[in-house]
């Protein structure tokens, strides 16, 4: 009898321990990966190198701070630009399981969610009047650029700005003191810049849509669409609309083909600024840093606005880059909580972290006001170029939502290499984008038709 007594105690002392452990488990774990007081979320995105480390670091001050607040946690996984395929193979099959709560998409993948059933659009969360990130906390052409008929489907996040990148010196040996503002005159200064320094050419930069869209988008009072609908934000992109800016174009690209001091096609532009090779270059803020570690103290270099069509153009810059997006997977607690991520991710907080070591440019307006903002533009004050560019651009600049934009990207640098060269006339080039564009589009349209 003494025996079974004290087998019973034995047995309930063990349960009691078990449960305690059990209890101080849970509520010691707090944000633990795999608690089921805490909201797992899975974040996709395209960044590599110091891109990725700082994306990292984002994700890490949310987990440590809001997410440990209230009880979210997430998790990064990398996938290969531009980060579709996966979400397409998911989408086909609706694997809920196998998808992201938020991914990092880039304008040319919009038209895969933009009707997709699970995207959670980002107007119902950042309209709510109890968002801590407004819409007017953001640089206005940054939201019109991840809006879609007036409202947001995603938000900015990676942005970055066209810029004319110019040797100071060289310049100042030529006989000039200002960048250029027109193309015209960029064109009128490229053979004094090969002739009186030691560049080999005055300009470089390979015209893809990237680049064509900008000098579109940035002609007249207010800006250029360059195709129908808004450029894609009022409805689907069909077509270019944008046929006597694109001629405007041309005939003044023209100019810089017959300087003989062009260079059309791209190889090594980090290298080759930074060693001399071109007075003048033109791409992504996002290479300002780069730029700076190579250049090191061998020139004076500085940053400006691409050069308009024309002197009465707006000009400034679309906003490139990447957005966040986020997607419905049955449950409403991750939904709100992806919120809380994304909302995090273009705080003044998150988006001043991009000036260290890149030249994105923080979408939040209210960084400016920061010290850490402050004190990163006092290390390098080109770092504040693309954000005054964007800044003052009107919210009607922003990149195209594009069909087939991998075709349409194709025919435009073909076209303006071909033009580049010398071998084709302004308009042969405007016939062969027109041309190839509408092809693009009806390629694209006949495999998706619009419902």
Known sequence: MKKWIALLLAVCMLMALTACGASKSQSSSGTSSGNSGTVELTFWHSMDSVYADLLNR??????????????????????????????????????????????????????????????VWAEDYISASDAAVKKSDLIPNTVEAYSIGGKMIGVPYSVSALMLYYNKTYLQQAGYTEPPRTIAEMAAMLPALV???????????????????????TQGASGTYFGNNDSGHAGYMTE?????????????????????????????INEEFAAGMHAMVIMSSSRIPTIEKL?????????????????????????SGSGLFMLDRGDQAKKDAAWQFVQYMI????????????????????????????????KDPRLAAPFTVLDSTPKSVVDSFTPNSSDVDSTIKNAMLQMGSGSASADTTYDAITQGCAQAFADYYRANPIS
Request: net charge negative; glycine share 8%; with cysteine.
């Open 347 to 378: 705080s003044d907080e998150a988006q001043t972290m991009w000036l260290d070591g890149t030249g994105y440019v923080p979408v939040n307006v209210n960084a400016v006001n920061r010290d850490d903002y402050k004190s990163y533009i006092a």
């Open 58 to 119: 984002q994700v890490d001050a949310f987990n440590k701070g809001i997410g440990a607040q209230k009880g979210i946690h997430v998790t990064a996984v990398f996938q290969d630009y531009p980060g579709t395929e996966a979400l397409t193979a998911a989408m086909t099959s609706d694997d809920v399981n196998n998808m992201p709560d938020v991914i990092q998409l880039y304008s040319e993948s919009v038209s895969l969610i933009r009707n997709y059933k699970r995207t």
């Open 240 to 268: 270019l609309n944008c046929q006597d800016q694109l001629k405007a174009y041309l005939t003044e690209w023209q100019k810089v083909v017959d300087s003989g001091a062009y260079k059309s096609v791209r190889d090594s």
């Open 195 to 217: 002739d009186k320094t030691d560049a080999q050419y005055g300009l470089n930069v390979r015209v893809n849509l990237f680049e064509l869209q900008n000098w579109i988008n």
């Open 295 to 319: 250049v090191g103290s061998s020139f004076d270099w500085d940053v400006a606005p691409i050069p308009t069509v024309s002197a009465g153009d707006v000009g400034g810059a679309y906003p």
